[in-house]
């Protein structure tokens, strides 16, 4: 603060207040920064309703940050259509991470949902040959470093307040099932075990070889997973396709597929449209029709739960068609919301979650 400036000054604890006329008010207002004594340069912008004589801090109002809040849902969204917008599907690839399917956090926990997805496709996009993930405080805490010049990746956490104390922190109301609390998300940053120097060696695993089958032909432990769901399936033609009025799912035999993995990626597609009538999953984006809104978003969801249903069994995503038009629908239903990728993998972990328990539901009962 410039000495030459005459100010008052209200001290409260071990900070202080600075208040001095606002040029810019020209009406008695006032401006300040509320500063550490032993940093005064770094001070906080206060705004003082004009009038005001009296220094309480209860009627000093803290002016708005000039740097604006980090949005996370923005920053995931504008980085996802980024790299749809080059014509890759970075989570399509062959998984190649050693030790687990998924990525984990430092505990060893999978993550689900969004975070399963955007850590999927990063791990993809950098090469890195850990499923390991964690924060810097994290690192720090095991003795480790990350090292300099990494680059971070956003993961969100959902959780809910009690509503008059969520309106307070976060100035407006959500919908929610309950009254009395109001949901809400919150982002922070980790780094992969690869960017990080000093973990212990059970944080970069060795990956296996991955298996070899035989083309055109099952796999043994696929298809029993898909059979025993009890979907009604038609292996004829070479379309795939779920018909909601028949509840009836339509694929192209096997032998068509020289990869078997690429068959069961595409099954598993169709069995994440079946979850979506009302008696099971009730997911409704309104009349789906070829090419509009509603049509992509069940897309976003049918291809994140192959996805997820591809790190439990072993294969990667796959379509029959991969076109400009499949990858505009993506785009298109980004740009109009930028959190509807968080709401649709949600959805996808949901529809895979309802298939693996169908499935061991069925298996149990052939067992039986």
């Excluded at 307040?161 to 959500?174: F, L, N, V």
Aim: a neutral charge.
């Amino acid at each position: 603060m410039p000495k030459d400036i005459s100010c008052q000054r209200y001290e409260k604890s071990k900070s202080k207040l600075w208040v001095l006329p606002d040029p810019e008010t020209r009406g008695g207002g006032l401006a300040g920064f509320w500063t550490d004594p032993a940093v005064p340069s770094k001070g906080v912008s206060l705004t003082v309703p004009p009038g005001l004589h009296t220094y309480q801090t209860s009627e000093i109002i803290m002016a708005k940050s000039s740097k604006p809040k980090f949005d996370a849902a923005a920053s995931i969204t504008n980085e996802l259509i980024k790299i749809i917008d080059r014509g890759v599907l970075p989570w399509r690839k062959p998984w190649t991470v050693g030790g687990s399917s998924v990525p984990l956090r430092q505990n060893g926990e999978p993550y689900q949902g969004v975070n399963n997805f955007l850590l999927t496709m990063r791990t993809m996009m950098a090469g890195y040959s850990s499923p390991y993930w964690m924060t810097l405080r994290q690192a720090n805490e095991l003795d480790a470093k990350v090292i300099k010049g990494s680059k971070s990746s956003v993961v969100v956490y959902y959780g809910t307040a009690e509503r008059e104390q969520a309106e307070s922190a976060h100035g407006g109301e959500a919908e929610t099932e309950d009254p009395k609390t109001i949901p809400f998300m919150k982002s922070y940053r980790v780094f992969n075990a690869d960017q990080i120097e000093g973990l212990d060696p059970r944080f970069h695993p060795v990956a296996s070889e991955p298996e070899v089958y035989p083309e055109r032909a099952p796999i043994l432990h696929m298809q029993s997973f898909f059979e025993a769901i009890g979907a009604n399936v038609s292996f004829s033609g070479r379309e795939a396709c779920y018909v909601p009025n028949l509840d009836k799912i339509y694929m192209p035999p096997i032998e068509l597929f020289e990869n078997p993995r690429n068959f069961y990626a595409v099954w598993g597609h169709e069995l994440g449209h079946w979850t979506k009538p009302r008696h099971r999953l009730n997911r409704n984006y309104g009349d789906a029709r070829f090419g509009n809104t509603a049509y992509a978003r069940e897309e976003i969801v049918a291809e994140l739960c192959t996805v997820f249903l591809g790190q439990k069994l072993g294969f990667s995503a796959h379509t029959l068609e991969l076109n400009a038009a499949y990858l505009d629908n993506w785009v298109r239903v980004l740009r109009s919301d930028k959190r509807a990728i968080f709401k649709h993998a949600a959805d996808a972990q949901r529809a895979c979650d309802y298939l693996v328990a169908a499935s061991e539901a069925g298996q149990g009962e052939q067992a039986a």
